[in-house]
């Protein structure tokens, strides 16, 4: 089992920025893989916002307006993602979630409960 824990969400105004964080658990008898950023959007749906896997190769999202704000990166030492989000608008205001993909006898998908961001204008 991956224990997955976000934190970093705030309210802020409008052009802040923030950093969130996300740390997993580690074991031995796991192997992992990706270690993603989602948000919820408005239809309870989770998107994908960035994208970082063990040697340190990003992925970002394709979406426009995501596009050139978030930032992802890791500190492997302290098995933790962070998500920069800069230039924050009010429509960045959602809950984020981390997504660590591993295989603890078998590959699935492990969940944090997520983080609160809130931008007023």
């Known amino acids: 089992q991956v224990q997955v824990v976000e934190s970093g969400g705030d309210s802020v105004q409008a052009g802040g920025s923030l950093r969130l964080s996300c740390v997993s658990s580690k074991s031995p008898n796991c192997r992992y893989s990706m270690r993603s950023w989602y948000r919820q959007t408005s239809g309870n749906q989770r998107v994908f916002v960035a994208g970082i896997d063990l040697d340190g190769r990003t992925t970002a999202s394709t979406d426009s307006s995501l596009k050139g704000r978030f930032t992802i990166s890791q500190d492997s030492s302290k098995n933790t993602i962070y998500l920069q989000i800069d230039s924050l608008k009010p429509e960045d205001t959602t809950t984020y979630y981390c997504?660590?993909?591993?295989?603890?006898?078998?590959?699935?998908?492990?969940w944090g409960q997520g983080t609160q961001v809130t931008v007023s204008s």
């Open positions: 997504k660590v993909t591993a295989n603890c006898g078998g590959w699935r998908d492990y």
